[in-house]
């Protein structure tokens, strides 16, 4: 899952970030959000992948699946 555009509620989109890396810390999710192609998940199956697509696209960011 990589984050093409964090979108205009970044706050909300590191909220995210860290419910779905839960062993990343505030800067590091931070970090994520303000880069444009951040990885956010890496291997993990389809499922996963497009659930945690819908969580930051609801927060407001763009978001692929690699």
């Given at each position: 899952?990589v984050i093409k555009?964090?979108?205009?509620?970044k706050?909300?989109?590191?909220?995210?970030?860290?419910?779905?890396?839960p062993?990343?810390?505030?800067g590091e999710a931070?970090?994520?959000?303000?880069?444009?192609?951040?990885?956010?998940?890496?291997?993990?199956?389809?499922?996963?992948?497009?659930e945690?697509k819908k969580?930051?696209e609801e927060?407001?960011?763009a978001?692929?699946?690699a």
């Amino acid at each position: 899952v990589v984050i093409k555009d964090p979108g205009a509620k970044k706050i909300d989109v590191i909220k995210v970030i860290r419910q779905l890396s839960p062993g990343l810390g505030l800067g590091e999710a931070k970090a994520l959000a303000d880069t444009a192609g951040g990885k956010i998940m890496t291997g993990v199956g389809k499922d996963a992948a497009t659930e945690a697509k819908k969580k930051l696209e609801e927060a407001g960011a763009a978001v692929e699946l690699a």
